[in-house]
């Protein structure tokens, strides 16, 4: 098939770009100028910014893609500038997803897989939850709730494209593996390193991880199935923070966590993180295994969080 994958210089986009050719298909790199030299080997590579709807239109209409897969996002910056991060994640969401929506149809695309995440719930009910749970779009802080407004914006986009251009969702768990945060390099490691990321008490907040290659994986069967619809894409072992933090610590080689009390911890993790560790929810993959024929090749996070 013709794919263009939308973000080909990402963590996920990259290695997306190998993995579809190696399964025979024909894959357009769409790249911003200024990555252009960062660009995967591909079948092509098409220049344009997705905030810029013309560039865009052109782009994907020289491409003719069959199916397009979005892995925009500008959370890279979050290390230097976290605000900007954000905002510029929730204008790929809205605008950058509306162009590309746009994009798909001018070009006959039959169908556009996007990346979404699914730590976005509500903290109700379940400890892990499915894709009915609401999400979070009235969380207290005022930063997160824009992020989740964005991604239902995103999500729905996608979705009520129509009936000629079938959406697909992939909600990924927390990235873990070469060039998220939680790489030995990344971010999260750094802190945890330097003994700036305690473990707020009870640490009973579930997370829910994927690897890089897991979800480069489900991207794969999305692109090749005629399933639509939103799937949580994780691993199968949803775990509470007092579990993974103090065993991802010990895999960098760190310092264990100190515990704090709770209520300190939105002063000093910040408050995502301080939800992350305290209330959120895990994420179940069942629909994905089913409608997607995927499942994890990495079905724990025990199987190399901190390892690389
Ligand atoms: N589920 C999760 O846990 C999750 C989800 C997302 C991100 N993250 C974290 O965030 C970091 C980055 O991951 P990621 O894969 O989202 O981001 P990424 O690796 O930075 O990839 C984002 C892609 O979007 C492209 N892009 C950005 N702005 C664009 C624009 N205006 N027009 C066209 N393309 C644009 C980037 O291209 P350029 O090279 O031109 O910038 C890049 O190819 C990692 O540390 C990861 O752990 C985690």
Do not use: C
Request: no cysteine.
């Amino acid at each position: 098939m013709r794919v263009l994958v939308a973000g080909a210089t990402g963590v996920v986009g990259h290695p997306l770009v190998g993995a579809l050719r190696a399964r025979g298909h024909q894959v357009s790199a769409l790249v911003r100028e200024e990555s252009r030299e960062r660009a995967p080997e591909a079948d092509a590579v098409m220049v344009a910014d997705a905030l810029d709807r013309e560039a865009l239109l052109s782009a994907v209409s020289a491409a003719r893609p069959e199916v397009i897969v979005h892995q925009m996002s500008a959370l890279r910056l979050l290390r230097d500038d976290p605000a900007e991060a954000f905002a510029l994640t929730a204008r790929l969401r809205t605008e950058g997803t509306a162009n590309l929506v746009a994009a798909a149809r001018a070009a006959g695309a039959r169908r556009l897989v996007a990346q979404s995440i699914a730590f976005a719930a509500a903290p109700e009910g379940e400890p892990v939850l499915d894709e009915d749970a609401p999400l979070y779009v009235d969380a207290p802080d005022p930063g997160w709730a824009a992020t989740v407004r964005a991604v239902a914006e995103l999500e729905r986009l996608v979705l009520g494209s129509g009936p000629d251009l079938a959406g697909v969702v992939l909600r990924y768990g927390t990235l873990y593996g070469p060039g998220t945060a939680y790489a030995r390099t990344g971010g999260t490691a750094e802190r945890v390193l330097a003994g700036r990321f305690p473990l707020p008490e009870g640490g009973s907040g579930i997370m829910s991880f994927l690897h890089v290659e897991d979800a480069v994986g489900a991207a794969v069967a999305a692109v090749e199935s005629n399933a639509t619809g939103v799937f949580h894409v994780t691993d199968d072992e949803p775990a509470a923070a007092a579990q993974w933090l103090p065993h991802y610590a010990r895999a960098l080689g760190g310092p264990t966590p100190r515990t704090i009390p709770a209520a300190l911890a939105p002063r000093l993790l910040g408050w995502f993180m301080a939800h992350q560790l305290t209330a959120a929810r895990g994420a179940a993959n069942d629909r994905a295994r089913t409608a997607l024929g995927w499942k994890p090749l990495r079905p724990s996070w025990r199987d190399g969080l901190g390892e690389e």
